[in-house]
């Protein structure tokens, strides 16, 4: 089922659904199993699995030189939405990105992707591999998700790069795109960033995910200035609860979010990161308490991998 059909029949209700990233090369599935099946119970909606390009590294070579490599730590997001969707019966969300990739091989996983039976994506940009400054595309590659969701959209009516290729069966994508509560980090203020987000759903697009945040009040003011900007499509929260006490600087920094002072206040007590995942599974439930009141379609969890404090928000919230 498409996630928009999804929140079309859930009565009132808010759905679940959780976000994986693909095993690291060398791991197998079961090592996403152990993410998955605590959760299982809570009736999730969907699964959504990330997209990781290549990243550089530097290997130290036997006389002592740096080596500057290119590497995939984590590919497969095709084949493990798959083999998600088929062990557990579950819609797959599978992200794709503009980094990376050319037009015609976006083109190409796309097919694979819907000849898999996968009709839900989100499309995203990506951002610049660590090291390089700027987010730069392939040559013919897409620049933005904007590009993303028209290419995808075009398959959806039929059209496919090579323009000889006439009466093409029309794929029948649900695309999701990113939005930023707190505004993305290159946009030069709120409004700018809510005109490109608007341009994705006019592109197609059927709904929005958001950037984690950890004050609902940054996530309201967000759905409103939507609402305002003419944005009708489902807004859907996203959360990750803390669970380290090196994520109070680190999420500010990665996402370009803020930590609320109250919360910060609380961590900064903690002496261990086992108090600091207790106070984030607290804080994650307060926060999806007040959200599902305030009727959002989804909840929406970045597991990062590890699903513990994920399965004591679901089961005091669902
Ligand atoms: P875009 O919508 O292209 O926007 C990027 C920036 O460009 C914004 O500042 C926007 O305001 C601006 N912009 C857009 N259009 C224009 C235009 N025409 N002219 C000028 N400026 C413009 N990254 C991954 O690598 N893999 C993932 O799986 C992944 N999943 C994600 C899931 C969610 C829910 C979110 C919120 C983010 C995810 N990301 C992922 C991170 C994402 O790739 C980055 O945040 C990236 O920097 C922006 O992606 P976007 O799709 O929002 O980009």
């Known amino acids: 089922m498409k ?46 699995v990330t997209y990781h390009r290549e990243e550089i590294v530097y290997k130290e070579r036997e006389d002592g030189l740096l080596e500057k490599r290119t590497v995939r730590k984590r590919p497969g997001t095709v084949g493990i939405s798959a083999a998600i969707k088929f062990k557990y019966n579950i819609d797959v969300v599978p992200h794709l990105i503009c980094g990376g990739f050319t037009r015609e091989e976006t083109e190409n996983a796309l097919i694979d992707l819907y000849f898999l039976g996968i009709h839900n994506l989100l499309l995203i940009r990506g951002d610049n591999p660590a090291g390089e400054k700027a987010f730069k595309p392939e040559p013919d590659g897409n620049h933005y998700a ?9 398959m959806n009516r039929g059209i496919y790069l090579e323009d000889d290729i006439v009466n093409a069966n029309p794929t029948g994508f649900c695309i999701g795109v990113a939005g930023y509560p707190e505004k993305h980090p290159e946009a030069p203020n709120m409004a700018a960033d809510i005109l490109h987000l608007k341009e994705k759903i006019e592109a197609g697009a059927s709904y929005i995910v958001t950037q984690m945040f950890f004050d609902n009040a940054a996530f309201f003011r967000f759905e409103k200035a939507c609402r305002e900007a003419g944005i009708n499509v489902p807004i859907i929260p996203g959360l990750k609860p803390l669970s380290t006490k090196s994520q109070l600087s680190a999420l500010p920094k990665t996402f370009s979010i803020d930590l609320p002072e109250a919360l910060f206040r609380e961590a900064d007590k903690c002496s261990t990161n086992h108090q600091i995942r207790e106070l984030g599974v607290e804080w994650a439930i307060a926060q999806s308490r007040e959200l599902i009141k305030a009727g959002v379609p989804v909840l929406h969890f970045y597991t990062m991998g590890k699903s513990d404090n994920i399965r004591k928000i679901a089961e005091a919230v669902f």
């Open 146 to 154: 904007l590009e993303l969701v028209k290419q995808a959209m075009n």
């Open 3 to 48: 996630i928009t059909e999804h929140i079309d029949h859930r009565n009132g209700r808010t759905l679940f659904s959780f976000e994986l990233l693909p095993p690291l090369k060398g791991e197998n599935f079961e090592s996403i199993s152990q993410t998955i099946d605590p959760l299982i119970e809570f009736n999730p909606a969907s699964i959504d």
